[in-house]
């Protein structure tokens, strides 16, 4: 069992930056791809960014390349996404993810999810 906890949601200005952060709890960790999806209001949640379990094969959604970066510390059981050049359609319910299937960019590769964070980009 792995239970995963985000933070580091807020409002922030168009063009400013935010940091997630999903801290995993349980073992194995390290085993478990790890993506992060988004939500807006009265939308499907859709795929932003994922990590493979190795931490070298990383893919994005086209909306967020070049703003976005995925990463992950094993040592601290924590994946981040670091958001650049926010932009108001940014906007939504930010969830972490772990699992062990693929596509990474499909909700059904993954197991274990967080409660989401909020993002707010005002214009």
């Known amino acids: 069992q792995v239970q995963l906890v985000e933070s580091g949601g807020g409002l922030v200005q168009a063009g400013g930056s935010l940091r997630l952060s999903c801290a995993a709890s349980?073992?194995?960790?390290?085993?478990?791809?790890l993506g992060w999806f988004r939500q807006a209001p009265g939308k499907e949640r859709e795929f932003v960014a994922a990590i493979n379990w190795t931490g070298k094969t990383t893919t994005y959604a086209d909306s967020v390349k070049g703003r976005f970066t995925i990463s992950r510390d094993n040592a601290k059981n924590t994946v981040y996404l670091q958001m650049n050049s926010l932009k108001p359609e940014d906007t939504g319910d930010y969830y972490c993810a772990g699992g062990a299937n693929y596509p990474l960019t499909s909700t059904r590769a993954y197991l274990y999810w967080g409660q989401g964070t909020q993002v707010t980009v005002s214009s």
């Open positions: 349980g073992r194995a960790f390290s085993s478990y791809n």
